[in-house]
């Protein structure tokens, strides 16, 4: 189980790690606030932390700390357009409702 | 729903409160609009997939507004409601705007800027600028996910306080929060990512389709600082499409086209330019409307030596620039280039040679404006950590001053100073008893305030009464980071102050500001000389007013020869003073001073008795 990335969004992390220069992964992760009681954190790693844990997904690395796999085991993350944005999308299995706005949920 | 981007390592926003900031290329052609997502500054695009949005605005009878690509299409349907290039009108007045008379629209000069009578009534080039920049909030609020904080939006190096104000101005009726005004070229500079690079020199080569500029940008911890602006503002990549077009017209010896063969034409001329940058040759191919055909081929190196000259030409404002800036080629760190023009390789090549380093093309040309302002926007909405902030400084392009004595220009703020400043200077009164001062805020390099262009007016009231040359004013100069400037002038001893927002009601056209420059390099010699002459005779009204009054005073002291004396000599200075020989108006000084020496220490004396009488010896601290 663990995390892990949709083809799309893989090919999308990997490009963007490329043009930025430096960066070793993408950081998943959640925090405790928002409307609906967590948020989703997304970011570049440059560094992973001792207590991180690092999955392999489509050649890209997804790093997570373990507080935050107990909300988001079993995620994928996907890359989707929706008009003239596009983005990423947490499918999190774990979730029992969220906001409308999708940027943060409960468990 | 919000899709979500990714952020630097500990840079994740809360949830809505993502800052959405976009930055914007308000080109007189194309416009464009960029943002910085998952850390990378990319261009966003319409529907189509196209970043460019064509700067033309179309007032339709039926109320409806249509901007961009549409507009650009019924231009030659509908010409007087289809405005194009309107940034040259922005902050300008008409008689700034150059070949107003050969342009379809219907002016209507008002004090302050143009308007445009359209089908759906006046339009001010603010407005016309606004349709614009709404359609690229628009695109840019649809592809982010919601409401931008605000945005980024660049100006050339040379627009003055005016244009700047209406640029300003047309984004807020544009629903758009401006975060900074960034001059071009330092926002192609941000792209390039050089605030990361070594800290020295660069300078930014920016050929558009009808402007050029130039600027020698300073990286110091970081911090970027213009150096120097210089450029021409009727050279630009338009110029070689003409002289292919002219070269053609040889080649085929034909006659005179009508209009519509001079448009295909030059079309055809334009195709082929663009095709010389990535082929060795290129067709030049069309049928005439009189059944001429015309079926050349064009090498690249015939292209360039055709379009050597124009090349050449280039390098002329570059000179200047590095001479503003007190540098040579070999300063010069890196080289960025800006601009579609520069994608021909002879350009590519004359700038190799004159900087002896390959230039920075590895970004679109085109874009790389937009992407550099989205970069600026990221920062300063807050999406970057602390100790990558960074600061850019702007320069001014033309010195400010105020208005001396004998219409002299005493500036206050040298041309190319960095913004944001403040520089203040103390001015005196010129005669007892003053207690007003008028100030006149001009700006230019010449000497005289009549060849200065007048910004603001505006007078400190109030100031105590002292003799002449006591009373202290101190008067600041302050330039925003978006270049506008505020002048205040305060009397040190009683505090009286006053002060004026210089918004102009019309600005400088690039032209003119060229003008303005080369004619002080032009006038260097002959407005110094003027200006000691005016010094001079200053210095005579002084010294006459100062001489009457004392006789008037202390008469008494004088012999009746000795006063005929001085009255002589003030006479003998009065007539040199009227005329224009500076050396004369020395020599009257000079004879006035020696006929009052023994008149000044007799006065002397003759105060201190005064001083002294009725006082003991005690009373008085030696």
């Known amino acids: 189980m663990g995390v892990s990335l949709s083809e799309s969004a893989a090919r999308h992390v ?27 954190r997304l970011e570049f790693v440059d560094e992973t932390q001792p207590e991180d844990l690092v999955f392999e997904s489509h050649g890209v690395k997804v790093v997570i700390d373990p507080k935050s796999l107990a909300y988001l085991e079993g995620t994928e993350l996907d890359f989707v357009k929706d008009g003239l944005n596009e983005g990423f999308k947490f499918n999190n299995p774990n979730v029992k409702d969220q906001c409308g706005c999708g940027e943060s949920f409960n468990v | 729903m919000a899709l979500l981007q990714i952020a630097e390592p500990g840079m994740s926003a809360e949830p809505h409160k993502q800052r959405l900031a976009v930055g914007i290329d308000l080109g007189t052609t194309n416009s464009l609009v960029a943002t910085v997502r998952n850390g990378i500054a990319v261009c966003l695009a319409d ?60 002016f209507e000069d008002s004090s302050g800027m143009v308007r445009l009578r359209t089908v759906q009534g006046v ?37 003055d306080d005016a244009q700047r104000q209406a640029t300003k101005d047309a984004a807020r009726l544009a629903g758009l929060d401006v975060l900074r005004l960034l001059n071009e070229p330092t926002a192609a500079a941000v792209a390039y990512g050089l605030d990361n690079a070594a800290e020295g020199v660069y300078a930014v080569y920016d050929l558009g389709g009808g402007t050029f ?91 360039a030596e055709i379009t050597r000259h124009l090349v050449q030409k280039t390098l002329v404002p570059v000179r200047k620039a590095l001479r503003d800036a007190g540098l040579g080629p070999e300063d010069v760190k890196g080289v960025v280039m800006v601009g579609g023009a520069t994608r021909m390789p002879h350009i590519q090549r004359a700038v190799a040679e004159y900087f002896g380093q390959e230039p920075l093309t590895n970004l679109d040309p085109d874009k790389v404006v937009a992407l550099g302002a989205a970069t600026q926007a990221n920062v300063l909405a807050g999406n970057r950590k602390a100790e990558d902030d960074w600061l850019l400084l702007d320069v001014i392009p033309l010195s400010l001053g105020l208005e001396t004595m004998g219409g002299l220009v005493e500036k206050v703020v040298p ?52 003799v002449a040359g006591a009373a202290r004013i101190r008067v600041t100069f302050q330039v925003d980071a978006d270049g506008l400037l505020s002048v205040s002038a305060r009397e040190m001893a009683s505090g009286v102050e006053a002060s004026v927002l210089v918004k102009p009601s019309y600005g400088l056209s690039d032209d003119e500001i060229a003008g303005m420059l080369q004619a002080g390099f032009e006038h260097a010699g002959e407005d110094k000389e003027l200006r000691a002459l005016r010094e001079q005779q200053v210095e005579a009204d002084r010294s006459i007013e100062a001489t009457e009054q004392a006789l008037d005073k202390d008469g008494a002291l004088l012999s009746a020869e000795e006063v005929a004396a001085i009255r002589e000599s ?48 005690d009373e008085l601290e030696i």
């Open chain 1, 14 to 40: 990997a490009n963007f790690i490329t043009k930025r220069g430096k960066g070793v992964g993408i950081r998943l992760g959640v925090t405790t606030s928002g409307c609906s009681g967590m948020a989703y």
């Open chain 2, 47 to 106: 529907e189509t997939g196209r970043s460019m949005l064509p700067s033309v605005v179309r007032y339709g009878a039926e109320g409806d507004i249509e901007v961009g690509l549409a507009a650009l299409r019924t231009q030659a349907v509908d010409p007087k409601n289809t405005i194009v290039s309107v940034k040259r009108f922005m902050g300008r007045g008409l008689k700034d705007v150059a070949h107003a008379e050969t342009m379809p629209y219907d």
């Open chain 2, 123 to 159: 339009k001010t080039p603010v407005e016309i600028s606004a349709e614009i920049l709404r359609v690229l909030r628009q695109r840019g609020e649809a592809s982010l996910g919601g409401p931008l904080v605000g945005a980024v939006i660049t100006v050339p190096a040379y627009f």
């Open chain 2, 213 to 303: 500029d130039l600027s020698v940008l300073k990286l110091s911890r970081g911090v970027f600082e213009v150096l120097s602006t210089n450029g021409d503002a009727a050279l630009g990549g338009d110029d070689f499409d003409h002289r292919l077009y002219c070269w053609v017209l040889d080649q085929s010896s034909i006659e005179p086209p009508s209009a519509s063969d001079a448009r295909r034409l030059h079309m055809k001329a334009r195709e082929a330019k663009e095709l010389l940058t990535s082929s060795e040759e290129a067709p030049i191919h069309a049928m005439l409307s009189n059944g001429e055909e015309v079926d050349l081929v064009i090498t690249r190196d015939q292209f």
């Open chain 2, 415 to 466: 041309r190319n100073a960095t913004l944001p400043i403040a520089r203040a200077q103390e001015f005196t009164t010129f005669k007892d008893g003053q207690t007003a001062m008028a100030f006149h805020v001009v700006q230019g390099e010449r000497e005289l305030v009549s060849d200065c262009r007048s910004l603001a007016r505006f007078e400190l009231r109030g100031i105590p009464p002292m």
């Open chain 2, 570 to 617: 003030i006479e003998a200075l009065r007539k040199a003073r009227a005329g224009s020989d500076g050396r004369a108006i020395k020599a009257g000084l000079d004879a006035l001073a020696r006929a009052t020496d023994d008149f000044a220490a007799r006065r002397m004396d003759n105060s201190i008795r005064g001083a002294l009488a009725g006082h003991k010896v």
